[in-house]
């Protein structure tokens, strides 16, 4: 499976800025439900952060997925690789 990867900073309310990659599958271009997974996945967090919008969120590139994303895409329609300050 082909994902597209959509680099992602987002400020938290503590001063830190959240880094994470959004992975959808390469022909889901909509930016609104790339955004919404987003958000989806900011609510499930336990501290404040800002707003999720296109100045926080880009298209990056193109790759093939690892398995555990593939599985993680597949059963709710996207998967979250953070990297920075995401806990």
Not at 8 to 32: A, C, K, Q, W
Not at 43 to 52: A, I, P
Request: with cysteine.
């Amino acid at each position: 499976m082909k994902i597209a990867v959509w680099d992602t900073y987002v400020n938290r309310m503590d001063g830190l800025s959240m880094h994470f990659d959004i992975l959808v599958p390469d022909h889901i271009t909509d930016e609104n439900k790339i955004l919404a997974y987003g958000r989806k996945y900011l609510d499930t967090k336990t501290f404040k952060t800002g707003k999720l919008t296109s100045n926080e969120c880009k298209f990056c590139h193109i790759q093939k997925a690892p398995n555990g994303m593939i599985e993680d895409i597949e059963a709710n329609g996207y998967s979250i690789f953070e990297m920075e300050n995401c806990n």
